[in-house]
């Protein structure tokens, strides 16, 4: 089954219990949702309002390149994907 690698930084590693998790595929056409949904619930607490979409200043960045200059959490992985989460507004370059 095809993986990617969650990343947790600051009060979210805190929340998860580790700096990092792997997570299975749901398929070949999953999102940044899809992966998102399946990290532990008190990081997702924190992390998505109550709409469902990330709260300010958090920021989720795949590969290096932040997802709100990609297509936001419907942007799509693939296996080896690494999935940084932070707290706060990444300078990613």
């Known amino acids: 089954m095809p993986k990617v690698k969650v990343a947790f930084i600051q009060e979210f590693y805190q929340l998860a219990g580790k700096h990092q998790i792997e997570i299975e ?3 070949d056409e ?3 949702r899809d992966v998102l949904e399946k990290i532990p619930e008190a990081v997702r607490e ?3 309002d109550e709409k469902g979409e990330i709260r300010y200043p958090a ?3 795949v590969n290096g390149r932040r997802i709100d200059f990609l297509d ?3 942007t799509k992985v693939k296996d ?3 999935i940084l989460v932070s707290p706060r507004a990444l300078f990613v370059i």
């Open 25 to 27: 595929l749901p398929g």
């Open 30 to 32: 999953a999102t940044v």
């Open 46 to 48: 924190r992390l998505f």
């Open 59 to 61: 920021e989720v960045a």
């Open 72 to 74: 936001g959490l419907d």
């Open 80 to 82: 080896g994907d690494l």
